[in-house]
């Protein structure tokens, strides 16, 4: 047994009114699992923790500790909360490995999970836990959204999201992969093939882009896309080279939220000469998890605060205002050599303004994490389902989750737009729970109407 784990259970002061499951989302019992594994009962506490969230290995590795649970620990005040991130990790993991699989097929109401991402896995768990026949429909080759194929490896080691995949099929989870719903099935068709209610977890996978002179330049990727060619190319399904970053090149992050953070740790590890975060805010206004920003300066990765991008600029253009004389060769305008950015300060009232001229950072690769957006696929081919003017799905609190088309439910980023595995998580939870009434309504309002004529 790791000593430091053990360590850090025995500084938890098991507080009457416990601030670190006020922190967390899903309000795990952090003080009941930790007294529990103290005192030798560490099985329970792995069971507990997985009836209460059967991702809690990921949420170990992946949740913003230092604003949930580990950010209202009141040891905090003291600059030493007890890290209950090391310690769930510790009794999810051995937990996991020793239970027993049920296997068994289930025979209630049937469900649809359309995505398998935090929130897929989320509800599908729950129900499956509730005896529905559960069945995901994933459009990549293998299950896990992006726990598997947008959070880097070294965040998330990836036999870690397959094993919680596994576990899900023990519990009688069927996983349809290489099946997008809307090209392949409609949700009408789901509905005519015998699912009792609908679940969309698609999440956000349209990535946005900046607007401005040369987008169309060779070299432009977005953080989703390169981050999911590294995965492929990682796992052996993909050559190196499509990852469309060379060892020794010179890149440009825009953005300076988690994902940015990813793609630019990545752009580190595989093999960049330098890597630049360009922001148009301060430093006190990002986005990331401070670990995710801290682990990042540690790694050489550089940050260009109060930058605002106008224009990518191609071999020609930056040779130009270099004063440079070279050679004109095929790809001076087609391929990218640098990003104009126009320097920006912040006024004491808290404007933005102009100043400090342009500059020309010189670049061979620029990586965009400037945030995504919902995918039209399902809800353009289903009627009913109504959106916001940005795109993401309308729910009603009652039956919770249920959006605007009866039977159809959703959550996660789709919703809410992009945000933590773990809120993602929360939510989820809750439609599960609504999915079970609307199902359970419909199930006894089909028994009133088959009472014999004498007893109505």
Do not use: W
């Not at 990682?234 to 970053?245: F, H, Q, Y």
Request: aromatic share 6%.
């Amino acid at each position: 047994m790791a000593i430091h784990v053990v360590n850090e259970a025995r500084r938890c002061l098991h507080c009457k009114k416990p601030m670190c499951r006020e922190g967390c989302p899903i309000s795990t019992n952090i003080p009941e699992a930790i007294e529990l594994f103290r005192t030798g009962h560490k099985e329970e506490a792995g069971e507990m923790l997985y009836e209460n969230n059967p991702l809690s290995v990921i949420c170990s590795l992946v949740c913003d500790h230092e604003k949930q649970c580990e950010g209202h620990c009141v040891l905090g005040r003291k600059g030493a909360p007890v890290h209950f991130s090391s310690i769930e990790n510790y009794i999810s993991d051995a937990y996991l490995d020793h239970l027993e699989p049920e296997m068994e097929p289930k025979k209630g109401q049937r469900v649809a999970i359309i995505g398998s991402g935090p929130a897929g896995l989320t509800v599908a768990g729950d129900l499956a836990k509730m005896n529905f026949a559960v069945t995901i429909f994933e459009g990549q080759s293998e299950p896990g959204g992006i726990l598997l194929f947008g959070i880097p490896e070294f965040r998330l080691n990836k036999d870690v999201v397959r094993r919680e995949i596994k576990e899900l099929l023990h519990l009688g989870v069927e996983i349809k992969t290489n099946t997008l719903i809307g090209p392949d099935y409609t949700v009408d068709d789901l509905f005519s093939m015998g699912y009792d209610a609908i679940f969309m977890g698609t999440g956000t996978s349209l990535p946005r882009t900046l607007n401005i002179p040369g987008k169309e330049l060779t070299g432009i990727l977005t953080a989703t896309y390169f981050l999911r060619m590294v995965v492929l190319s990682d796992s052996g399904k993909l050559d190196e080279s499509e990852t469309l970053l060379h060892v020794g090149d010179n890149v440009i992050v825009i953005g300076a939220g988690n994902v940015a953070m990813d793609a630019a740790r990545t752009a580190i590890r595989r093999g960049a000469k330098n890597v630049t975060v360009v922001y148009h805010k301060t430093e006190a206004e990002i986005s990331c998890f401070p670990s995710e920003y801290e682990a990042a300066v540690k790694e050489g990765v550089q940050f260009n605060f109060l930058q605002q991008p106008i224009a990518y600029l191609n071999k020609k253009q930056m040779r130009a205002l270099n004063a440079m004389r070279q050679k004109a060769s095929e790809s001076d305008e087609t391929e990218l050599a640098g990003l104009l950015v126009q320097n920006i300060v912040k006024t004491e009232d808290g404007q933005f303004i102009e100043e400090g001229g342009q500059v020309a950072l010189p670049c061979d690769c620029v990586i965009l994490a400037i945030g995504q957006r919902p995918a039209a696929r399902i809800v353009s081919t289903t009627k009913g389902i109504q959106v916001d003017d940005r795109g993401f799905v309308i729910t009603r609190e009652r039956p919770y989750g249920m959006t605007t088309r009866a039977g159809v439910f959703s959550s996660g980023d789709v919703v809410h737009g992009p945000a933590t595995v773990v809120l993602a998580m929360k939510e989820s939870k809750k439609v599960a729970a609504g999915i079970a009434q609307y199902i359970d309504a419909k199930k006894l309002l089909a028994e009133c109407e088959e009472v014999p004529e004498n007893l109505k």
